[in-house]
């Protein structure tokens, strides 16, 4: 009885400790949801998010820094929370699918109630727009009352086309302008707002492209003058006293939402990478590192230009010289074509070492290397002399920063493995 007694003491244990693993898929699920709004700054989504994390850093056993999870700083962001409507000879244009109102534009409204505004349709050619626009002539457009000018973006070079979408965002600072576009929809945020309206519409969703066709647009325009948002750390300590620390970093930000009906859920970008960063933490929240800390860092503020970690590293909680070293993790959602490090150029012994690692535990088919880049959280830190890599997955889904980047289209094909690779290379730093 007594042998049977402990089996199932053994058992039990071993049940308790499954239950209390972090679950990288019910976490991401969790981030993408409707309930956090695509974690950005319209109905809070950004705080809800930080709430969240910072429960699942109590549930890890991650300390918080000063009694406290969070580190609070505010900027000036551009939002879209509630009317977004456009109907376009009759038919409904759908946000994030058929047009997107760039990140900088303005609405149609800035005060509650809103109503609609009735525009006329003017169709011009992208070559035509630039030859008006280099002569310095805007009346050339010919524009009658209540027209709004139509760009056909399209058929052009990169070069060309970036040219003709940077002086239409120049004309949308002082009036109204819709971009046809053929291209995925790329959707951003911003601290600025321009004086006017600028949308992009797929021009597949328009089919009878003529002069004169009835365009009614309701958009709600509110630009936050101090938005508050939350970079949230804990710290797992060593198990002796701490002669350096290494920095796992993610950023949680995502667009939030396009009006009340239309969010971006940033599964890929990056609900994954912060599943990963705290992946990663479990495994030294049970064994430790002898003599270096590890402080846990999920960035806000990333996708409006890195606000977040510029924040931290002009207010550290722990000397920036005590920092051996950063690992950023960014778009974790795949892996089928390999992992690429950003600064892996840079350091190249710890490159090396993080290659040699792969080739041990085959945790994905390749391991390259990029050189400095300031296009993650990295950046900051790395400028102001701490080491460290911006790691990013390659694979199939090709869904950045639109609608189609949901949880559905993960993988999470290297997940495993990566998790394994990182907490084996920062054990041998």
Known sequence: MKKYLTIL??????????????????????????????????????SIAAAYIASKYAEIGIAPVSE????????????????CDVLFSGQIL????????????????????????????KFI??????????????????????QIL?????????EISRQISYLISQYAEFQPIIELVNKKFTWSVSSIRQGSLHLKIQSSAIPNQTDGLEIKINIYNRFLNNHISRNVFGMIESRKKAKSTIMLTAHY???????SETFFPGGNDNASGVAMMLSVAQRFKNKPLRNTNILVVAFAGEEIGLLGSKYLSEHPVTPLDKIKFQLNMDIMGSGEKGITAVNGKVFTKEFKKLQKMNKRLKAVSVVKSRGKSANSDHHYFTEKGVPGFFIYTMGYNQNYHDIYDTFEALTFSSFEGLSALFEKFIRHL
Do not use: W
């Not at 406290?68 to 009317?83: E, L, M």
């Not at 805007?138 to 524009?143: E, I, K, S, V, W």
């Open 253 to 259: 930000d995502h667009l939030g939402r396009l009006g």
């Open 125 to 146: 050619s992208g070559k035509e727009f630039l030859e008006t626009i280099r002569k310095r002539d805007l009346r050339a457009f010919n524009l009658k009352e209540k």
């Open 150 to 158: 139509i760009v056909k973006n399209e058929g052009y070079s990169v």
């Open 9 to 46: 003491c053994f058992l039990c244990t071993i049940q308790l400790n499954a239950q209390l693993e972090f679950d990288h898929k019910e976490f991401t699920k969790a981030m993408c949801s409707a309930e956090f709004h695509g974690r950005g700054y319209v109905n809070g989504g950004d």
């Open 68 to 83: 406290t999870y969070y580190q609070t700083f505010d900027f000036g962001v551009n939002t879209f929370p509630s009317q």
């Open 94 to 121: 759908i946000p994030g699918k058929d047009y997107i109102a760039t990140a900088t534009s303005s609405g149609t409204c800035t005060q509650q109630p809103c109503k609609p505004q009735k525009y006329y349709s």
